[in-house]
């Protein structure tokens, strides 16, 4: 979902995976230590939020994790079936 | 698969349900749902806009009311547009998918240039036909949209 927008607030991302804070943050945080992500605190109507954004890094192993499974499909379209001979 | 820290190859059916999910969320970002008031309002501002048009050689005073309500309307879609479309709560700089963006820019210009074209041969009624014509494309584009998105 990160991939499509500049930044997900946190508790947008916890209500589109349903889920909990916990759970979420944990995943969050592995991805920040590996620096696929960033996140930023910030103020909007008056309480502190997080805003989390995939970093350059992040964004290109995104588009490799991608390109890998298209491949992995490609294969399996291209391979002459048993039938045809 | 990711176990741990272990990996294997996803299969082809797990590569497949892996990829929809992923376009899935995607799409889900992209076209955030909007309210069920949001397009039915654009269409209404987009008529009102064309209809001001339709007013024969406002002079003085009715033409500085027009011109301040055509610009007022102007901005209030495009207020509109950024709150609901581009920068939504919880969201900043959601991309924009260009491609259909600008085609149908490009067909809803289509009527207020046409409207400029006719206007002088048929008459000052074609800019209503025009808005007419413009608020039922963006009904009919807009309303499927925002059942689809929230039904997504």
Not at chain 2, 6 to 24: D, G, V, Y
Not at chain 2, 44 to 65: H, K, Q, T, W
Not at chain 2, 70 to 76: I, K, P, R
Not at chain 2, 104 to 120: G, R
């Amino acid at each position: 979902m990160l991939s499509q927008a500049e930044g997900i607030e946190f508790s947008e991302i916890q209500n589109r995976t349903g889920l909990s804070k916990s759970a979420l943050s944990k995943h969050l945080t592995q991805l920040i230590d590996v620096g696929h992500l960033k996140d930023e605190q910030f103020v909007r109507s008056g309480s502190s939020r997080l805003m989390l954004s995939l970093t350059s890094q992040g964004r290109a192993a995104y588009a490799g994790h991608r390109k890998a499974l298209e491949e992995i499909l490609l294969v399996e379209n291209t391979a002459p079936s048993p039938m045809t001979r | 698969m990711e176990t741990g820290d272990s990996w294997t190859k996803p299969t082809p059916e797990e590569a497949r349900e892996l990829l929809a999910s992923a376009n899935t969320e995607e799409h889900s970002t992209v076209n955030r749902p909007v309210p069920i008031w949001y397009y039915p309002v654009i269409a209404l501002v987009l008529f009102a806009i064309s209809s001001f048009n339709s007013i024969d050689e406002p002079a003085g005073f009715i033409r500085v009311v027009t011109v301040v309500l055509v610009l007022g309307l102007a901005c209030s879609i495009s207020a509109l547009v950024w709150r609901f479309s581009v920068n939504q709560p919880g969201y900043r700089g959601i991309h924009v998918p260009w491609g259909p963006t600008i085609a149908i820019t490009l067909v809803a210009a289509c009527f207020p240039i046409a409207a400029i074209a006719l206007d002088d041969v048929l008459g000052s009624w074609v800019w209503i036909a025009a808005g007419a014509a413009l608020a039922v494309l963006v009904l009919a584009t807009g309303v499927p949209y925002q059942r689809k998105s929230r039904n997504d």
